[in-house]
């Protein structure tokens, strides 16, 4: 028995299939009735896209621009299957003409890969990201009708209501968020209706399942993860009782062990739990909270430490609380920046401190969800500022520098900070804790301080590659006479 939600025959003509479909559209839009050509899944899709007066000569709404799209798409949870979908369709994309979408759950596209002509014919109907292919935007289509129904389907050529992707075949299949069910996207295979196969829905069926499965598995690492940064935390929490909770509400640990049951709704910042005692919540990662129980006064949550080592580094050493974070050097440089500004820094400010007038704003929002996928909720937002103390080697020196103690300043200064950095806010706080450094020893006036400074810079790194300034030069000419 044939399978409803598959569209192509293999013993029938495509051309003359497709002719036929056409005719049987017109059909339909003129009102004149329904042909039997039409499958029942097709027909009560065109139903619903005529109830909602989508228009079928025109093509998707373009809700999002490319760059809003990508930045939407690095925060969201499908792009960790990317690798996955790649592998697995890019052959077919490359070597069968297809093209491969991924959409968020209202049909909004975020990620499409393909062939070049494919990608060339997606230009006219906007099947592009940043396009809405919703049924109610973009009238029955592979990605839309896959939303409507929760389910795989297949259409063929004008099986589609718009008659932009009557030259078009697409499968597509939702994939489902492992923890609550929900539907977090769909991954959509595309090509012209002439290379249509029935395969290429059980195809895309089996990489959304693969998909699925891969959801499953990183999330079990991220509670692991999760619980191992709780069990770290406790120690700072002494007595007080507490909960590791994930976004959807289930309670993944807790001390004393059953406090607060098995799942409880959690909102942003302090709150009365069911039995009527307060709470603070802190963020971890992943939208997940602990909750620390509040006893009397208490009303601070302890905090983790954020340890930098930048001075003399060409690769900068971050740990939070303890652990190494694997960041990049550039998601490196971003909390360098952050830690240098304490008040926090809007998104289009902290691409300009990374890198230099003109800088998009998009680009930095991509880093920080890549951050926040290592680090957690380590940056907060509005304005972007570090949710952790933080403890760094130039900031030290620059404190020491203040309190007029140059001497232990010098002997905790290890160099240049990021010598191979080019982010200007970085080049520029280098220069100025150079220059200051140096300055220092010079108004001092001490021999035994100015040998040492000199040694210090010789297992630095030997010389100094910024410009001196005329007051530098000045006391530089004075210790050396």
Same mark, same amino acid.
């Given at each position: 028995?044939?399978?409803?939600w598959?569209?192509?025959?293999?013993?029938?003509?495509?051309?003359?299939?497709?002719?036929?479909?056409?005719?049987?559209?017109e059909? !339909?839009?003129?009102?004149?009735?329904?042909?039997?050509?039409?499958?029942?899944?097709?027909?009560?899709?065109?139903?619903r896209?005529?109830?909602?007066?989508?228009d079928?000569?025109?093509?998707? /709404?373009?809700?999002?621009?490319?760059?809003?799209?990508a #930045?939407?798409?690095?925060?969201?949870?499908?792009?960790?299957?990317?690798?996955?979908?790649?592998?697995?369709?890019?052959?077919?994309?490359?070597?069968?003409?297809?093209?491969?979408?991924?959409?968020?759950a209202?049909?909004?596209?975020?990620?499409?890969?393909?062939?070049?002509?494919?990608?060339?014919?997606?230009q006219?109907?906007?099947?592009?990201?940043?396009?809405?292919?919703?049924?109610?935007?973009?009238?029955?289509?592979?990605?839309?009708?896959?939303?409507?129904?929760?389910?795989?389907?297949?259409?063929? #050529?004008?099986?589609?209501?718009?008659?932009?992707?009557?030259?078009?075949?697409?499968?597509?299949?939702?994939?489902?968020?492992?923890? %609550?069910?929900?539907?977090?996207?769909?991954?959509?295979?595309?090509?012209s209706?002439?290379?249509?196969?029935?395969?290429?829905?059980?195809?895309?069926?089996?990489?959304?399942?693969?998909?699925?499965?891969?959801?499953?598995r990183?999330?079990?690492?991220?509670?692991?993860?999760?619980?191992?940064?709780?069990?770290?935390?406790?120690?700072?929490?002494?007595?007080? /009782?507490?909960?590791?909770?994930?976004?959807?509400?289930?309670?993944?640990?807790?001390?004393?062990?059953?406090?607060?049951?098995?799942?409880?709704?959690?909102?942003?910042?302090?709150?009365?739990l069911?039995?009527? %005692?307060?709470?603070?919540?802190?963020?971890?990662?992943d939208g997940?909270?602990?909750?620390?129980?509040?006893?009397?006064?208490?009303?601070?949550?302890?905090?983790?430490?954020?340890?930098?080592?930048?001075?003399?580094?060409?690769?900068?050493?971050?740990?939070?609380?303890?652990?190494?974070?694997?960041?990049?050097?550039?998601?490196a440089?971003?909390?360098? !920046?952050?830690?240098?500004?304490?008040?926090?820094? %809007?998104?289009?400010?902290?691409?300009?401190?990374?890198?230099?007038?003109?800088?998009?704003?998009?680009?930095?929002?991509?880093?920080?969800?890549?951050?926040?996928?290592?680090?957690?909720?380590?940056?907060?937002?509005?304005?972007?500022?570090?949710?952790?103390?933080?403890?760094?080697?130039?900031?030290?020196?620059?404190?020491?520098?203040?309190?007029?103690?140059?001497?232990?300043?010098?002997?905790?200064?290890?160099?240049?900070?990021? /010598?191979?950095?080019?982010?200007?806010?970085?080049?520029?706080?280098?220069?100025?804790?150079?220059?200051?450094?140096?300055?220092?020893?010079?108004?001092?006036?001490?021999?035994?301080?100015?040998?040492?400074?000199?040694?210090?810079?010789?297992?630095?790194?030997?010389?100094?590659?910024?410009?001196?300034?005329?007051?530098?030069?000045?006391?530089?000419?004075?210790?050396?006479?």
């Amino acid at each position: 028995m044939r399978s409803p939600w598959v569209a192509v025959d293999l013993a029938a003509d495509p051309v003359a299939q497709a002719r036929l479909l056409r005719r049987a559209h017109e059909v !339909v839009l003129s009102g004149c009735g329904t042909p039997p050509v039409l499958r029942e899944v097709v027909v009560d899709s065109w139903a619903r896209c005529t109830a909602a007066g989508v228009d079928p000569e025109r093509p998707a /709404p373009m809700m999002l621009g490319a760059e809003e799209a990508a #930045s939407r798409f690095a925060s969201h949870p499908l792009a960790a299957v990317t690798p996955l979908v790649r592998a697995l369709l890019g052959a077919v994309s490359a070597e069968a003409r297809h093209l491969v979408a991924i959409s968020d759950a209202d049909g909004t596209l975020l990620w499409i890969d393909g062939h070049p002509r494919m990608l060339e014919a997606a230009q006219s109907p906007h099947f592009k990201p940043g396009a809405l292919c919703s049924e109610a935007a973009f009238g029955t289509n592979a990605v839309g009708t896959a939303l409507a129904l929760g389910h795989a389907v297949q259409i063929f #050529s004008a099986e589609h209501f718009n008659r932009l992707l009557h030259g078009w075949t697409c499968a597509a299949a939702p994939v489902h968020d492992p923890a %609550s069910g929900a539907i977090l996207g769909v991954i959509d295979l595309s090509c012209s209706f002439r290379n249509a196969h029935p395969h290429t829905l059980a195809l895309v069926t089996a990489v959304a399942q693969a998909a699925e499965t891969q959801l499953v598995r990183d999330r079990a690492r991220r509670e692991t993860d999760l619980l191992e940064r709780y069990i770290d935390r406790l120690p700072a929490a002494g007595r007080r /009782p507490s909960a590791l909770v994930a976004a959807d509400g289930r309670v993944l640990a807790a001390s004393p062990r059953g406090w607060l049951g098995r799942r409880v709704e959690v909102c942003e910042g302090q709150q009365v739990l069911p039995d009527g %005692s307060k709470a603070v919540l802190e963020p971890v990662a992943d939208g997940a909270r602990i909750v620390w129980g509040v006893r009397g006064r208490e009303h601070r949550v302890p905090r983790r430490v954020l340890s930098i080592r930048a001075l003399g580094a060409e690769a900068p050493g971050l740990r939070l609380a303890g652990t190494k974070l694997p960041v990049t050097s550039r998601q490196a440089e971003l909390l360098i !920046v952050l830690a240098m500004t304490p008040d926090g820094l %809007s998104a289009q400010a902290l691409a300009g401190c990374l890198y230099g007038p003109g800088a998009k704003a998009v680009t930095v929002r991509a880093e920080i969800a890549r951050v926040r996928r290592v680090a957690g909720e380590l940056v907060g937002a509005q304005p972007y500022r570090l949710a952790a103390d933080v403890r760094a080697d130039f900031l030290d020196v620059e404190r020491l520098l203040s309190h007029r103690r140059v001497a232990a300043a010098v002997e905790r200064y290890a160099g240049l900070l990021l /010598p191979r950095s080019r982010a200007p806010a970085i080049v520029a706080r280098r220069a100025a804790l150079e220059n200051a450094l140096r300055d220092a020893v010079c108004d001092a006036g001490d021999v035994a301080l100015r040998r040492r400074w000199e040694r210090q810079r010789r297992r630095a790194g030997a010389c100094n590659p910024l410009q001196p300034t005329a007051d530098s030069q000045r006391r530089e000419r004075t210790l050396k006479s």
